[in-house]
């Protein structure tokens, strides 16, 4: 969704979006991305469906 040019708002608005933005209610505080973590869950799951795929390959194949 595009902003709105500033010029369009009041002082007043820009001042009430100001503090609604830095009421302590809209402040998380986020832990740092870490794509190590990321990437080493994304390897578990296709490890993990791909050991799943093979064994149920495994166990089908004698009723073929």
């Known amino acids: 969704m595009p902003e709105r040019d500033p010029k369009l708002y009041t002082k007043e608005e820009l001042k009430a ?3 609604y933005i830095n009421a302590p209610e809209h402040q998380v505080k986020r832990q740092p991305f870490k794509p190590w973590v990321m990437m080493g869950g994304l390897l578990a ?3 993990v469906l791909g050991g799943g795929s093979l064994l149920i390959g495994w ?3 004698p009723y073929l």
């Open 45 to 47: 799951v296709v490890l």
């Open 17 to 19: 979006v100001e503090e």
């Open 59 to 61: 166990l089908v194949e």
